[in-house]
């Protein structure tokens, strides 16, 4: 009998260090878990604050302006052509203006005309539209 306890206490132990082996495996997952899980919050509540800088300024448009003149003329037309054409981009009305004015330009610059503007003045014309 007294070896059946024996036999029982060595199976409890076994029993408690595999427990216990387990419950330090799962206390370490737990720990990198919350760790990780932490450190995403941090980086996440972070990022809306680099979308409310405004990078775009007016002061900043003309400081790169006129370091662009810095290095040339030509260099500096570039970028206020480049700063006018975002300007422009941002309006719609704007963009259709100017495309009516580039497209008004190439056709002084081009007077002959292609067949398909030919067939649509002669369908404009047919139609009534004109």
Do not use: C, W
């Amino acid at each position: 009998m007294q070896s059946n306890l024996q036999s029982a206490a060595q199976v409890l132990r076994s029993i408690e260090q595999v427990l216990r082996r387990v419950f330090r495996q799962n206390l370490l997952t737990l720990g990198f878990m919350i760790l990780v899980s932490a450190l995403g919050l941090y980086l996440a509540i972070n990022q809306p604050a680099y979308a409310g800088v405004n990078l775009a300024t007016e002061s900043a448009t003309s400081q790169k302006i006129d370091r662009s003149y810095e290095y040339s003329q030509s260099t500096g037309d570039r970028e206020e052509a480049y700063e006018e054409a975002v300007e422009a981009a941002s309006n719609e009305k704007t963009q259709e203006e100017l495309y009516e004015k580039d497209l008004q330009e190439y056709r002084e610059s081009k007077p002959s005309q292609g067949i398909v503007e030919g067939a649509k003045e002669l369908l404009d014309k047919v139609t009534g539209d004109q």
